[in-house]
């Protein structure tokens, strides 16, 4: 039972890379979920998908674009990274409104 | 801005002990959730209560909402040391499509 896969878990970027957060889950669920956890605080939701196709900004969308390439799968993508992006990033997946699955998150450095 | 806010921050207890954390949110919701999270890994969904509902058990947890005071409270008992964890409640206003918004955690310790 995977259930929600991240990848990759540790990564470092220097300032101004981009780089493509994956995402996929094994449970059929429609709505998936992008959050980035900072140290002290709880999580905070980037975007989230409530079927394939659809895609919405959450509390804190800037600097950051999504993918819903198919049921299975989400993409997180900075196009231009900064350093306050520094941060865990969190992605989940639910059958709404049943309780989100998480995975173990991508621990994202940018120098 | 973040919807919950718990208290502690932190809560240090010994094994078999009780241990109470307290969530307050702003505006109407839809139901609260509360999830664990060890440290490194993702959440883990624990509990929910509908915002109809006034308390749930599951286990040694039992979970009460107050949506007059806009409060929850998570109580663990007879705790163990593996209930060591950092513990999160999340409140969807989304009309049900699980757009939630978190606390900022209690953390948990539970010594042998």
């Known amino acids: 039972n995977a259930g929600v896969t991240q990848t990759p878990k540790f990564q470092v970027l220097k300032t101004g890379q981009s780089m493509t957060l994956q995402c996929a889950q094994d449970m059929n669920h429609n709505s998936m979920y992008w959050y980035r956890q900072d140290p002290g605080m709880g999580l905070r939701l980037i975007y989230y998908?409530?079927?394939?196709?659809?895609?919405d900004k959450g509390e804190v969308p800037n600097g950051y674009n999504v993918s819903r390439l198919n049921k299975r799968e989400f993409s997180l993508r900075l196009e231009s990274a900064a350093p306050s992006q520094t941060s865990v990033y969190f992605c989940?997946?639910?059958?709404?409104?049943?309780?989100?699955?998480f995975g173990d998150g991508t621990r994202l450095s940018i120098l | 801005s973040q919807q919950g806010e718990e208290d502690p921050q932190a809560l240090s207890i010994q094994e078999g002990e009780n241990a109470t954390m307290n969530c307050s949110y702003k505006?109407?919701?839809?139901?609260l959730q509360w999830y664990r999270q060890n440290s490194g890994r993702g959440l883990v969904h624990l509990i929910l209560i509908r915002s109809n509902e006034r308390e749930k058990h599951s286990g040694r947890l039992r979970v009460t909402l107050d949506t007059s005071k806009k409060s929850s409270s998570l109580l663990i008992t007879a705790s163990r040391a593996a209930d060591t964890a950092s513990y999160f409640c999340?409140?969807?206003?989304?009309?049900?499509?699980?757009?939630?918004?978190f606390g900022a955690g209690t953390r948990l310790a539970v010594h042998p």
């Open positions: 999340a409140t969807d206003q989304s009309g049900g499509y699980n757009k939630l918004i």
């Open positions: 989940a997946s639910s059958e709404a409104p049943q309780p989100q699955h």
């Open positions: 998908s409530a079927s394939e196709g659809t895609t």
């Open positions: 505006t109407s919701i839809n139901n």
